[in-house]
């Protein structure tokens, strides 16, 4: 069966301080990729999608960038955290034209 | 673009009985899908139920069923037997066929279920 793990599942960092969350999946081959963040507890917002390595589709101009450097392994990533950056940052996986399955998450405050 | 739509910011209901949820939305597609996630306290997203819009008969997992109407755009859930674990929000996300699976969400619905 398939899993999907993010760490780390919280983490509190500076303004100005860089960020690297990291997403894997097990059990599966060449999946679709999704990062989302969800702040305020409402809404997901869908940040980037990859559909294979080195491949990277961004939905949003922001301060974040996201790689797929191995098949399947998703990295979100920042060199200067902001205040709105904080929030609930959620990576998932999808087959082909198939349901999105959610990893658990990580809570990121930014101080 | 599509557009999702949760009117319901907040419902409650009591154990045992039955809620339904609503959901309604926006596109010019002809073949697509919608779904129904369900986040607890944990935030885990765990995904409810999937409705295909070529397919008439309605989803049914359980004690979950939808009442899907697409011309009328409108994609409801509902729970019956409502149990204290279905405590959770409710998102409704709707995924058009092609492309690359990327869902679009609304705004959640919370349902309080209580004793």
């Known amino acids: 069966s398939q899993t999907i793990h993010q760490w780390p599942a919280t983490l509190v960092q500076p303004v100005g301080s860089p960020l690297s969350l990291e997403c894997t999946v097990e059990g599966t081959s060449n999946p679709n990729l999704y990062w989302y963040r969800q702040a305020a507890g409402r809404g997901l917002q869908l940040l980037f999608y990859?559909?294979?390595?080195?491949?990277i589709s961004s939905e949003v101009p922001q301060n974040l960038s996201a790689s797929r450097p191995q098949d399947r392994q998703f990295i979100l990533s920042s060199k200067k955290l902001l205040l709105s950056d904080s929030g609930f940052y959620l990576c998932?996986?999808?087959?082909?034209?198939?349901?999105?399955?959610f990893g658990p998450g990580t809570r990121l405050t930014v101080l | 673009a599509q557009t999702v739509t949760q009117s319901q910011p907040e419902m409650s209901v009591q154990e045992a009985e039955t809620v339904t949820l609503s959901c309604t939305y926006d596109t010019s597609e002809n073949n697509y899908y919608l779904f129904w996630y369900k986040q607890p306290p944990s935030r885990q997203m765990i995904l409810v139920i999937r409705q295909e819009a070529y397919k008439q008969q309605n989803a049914t997992e359980n004690r979950f069923s939808v009442n899907f109407q697409k011309a009328a755009k409108s994609f409801s859930l509902k729970i019956s037997d409502s149990q204290l674990g279905d405590t959770a929000m409710y998102f409704c996300a709707f995924m058009k066929h092609g492309g690359y699976s990327t869902l679009t969400f609304g705004k959640g619905t919370m349902l309080l279920v209580s004793p």
């Open positions: 990859s559909v294979g390595i080195g491949q």
């Open positions: 998932a996986w999808s087959a082909v034209l198939a349901e999105q399955f």
